[in-house]
């Protein structure tokens, strides 16, 4: 297991001293900050793909959806997810709790499930998405 110092290193901003101390940085609820790989993924799409996704036909706009997909994939593969369509990314962690609340606040049983998007396909949350629990496929 890696030590806190190690995990601590991959934080640019970490490195910061700030009145003769190391940073520490606690107000994760509002903004997170971001390690080194996740900067450079970033940087990366933002450089070279950086367009709207599911909404063009050039390729640009193919590259932002093919990687938007690929993370897509990661985050089902990671959580469990058999149908990576069921992840659903939110701007941060304040919308998907109100969608969820939403969910649960508009429908008479509570978690619905027959949860789908707007074109049908089915979901299912976790804690790293928002939507239905229960979908089936």
């Given at each position: 297991m890696r030590s806190l110092l190690e995990a601590r290193s991959d934080f640019p901003i970490l490195k910061r001293v700030i009145h003769g101390h190391p940073l520490v940085f606690l107000d994760n609820a509002a903004t997170t900050q971001k390690p080194q790989p996740v900067l450079n993924a970033l940087l990366e799409f933002l450089t070279h793909s950086n367009a709207n996704i599911h909404r063009g036909v050039y390729q640009l706009s193919e590259d932002a959806s093919d990687a938007y997909e690929k993370a897509r994939q990661a985050v089902a593969d990671f959580v469990g997810v058999k149908d990576s369509r069921r992840v659903v990314f939110t701007r941060g962690t304040t919308?998907?709790?109100?969608?969820?609340?939403?969910?649960?606040?508009t429908t008479s049983s509570g978690w619905r499930s027959d949860c789908s998007d707007r074109d049908g396909t089915p979901f299912q949350p976790n804690s790293l998405a928002t939507g239905c629990a229960g979908a089936t496929s």
């Open positions: 919308e998907s709790i109100n969608s969820s609340s939403i969910l649960v606040a």
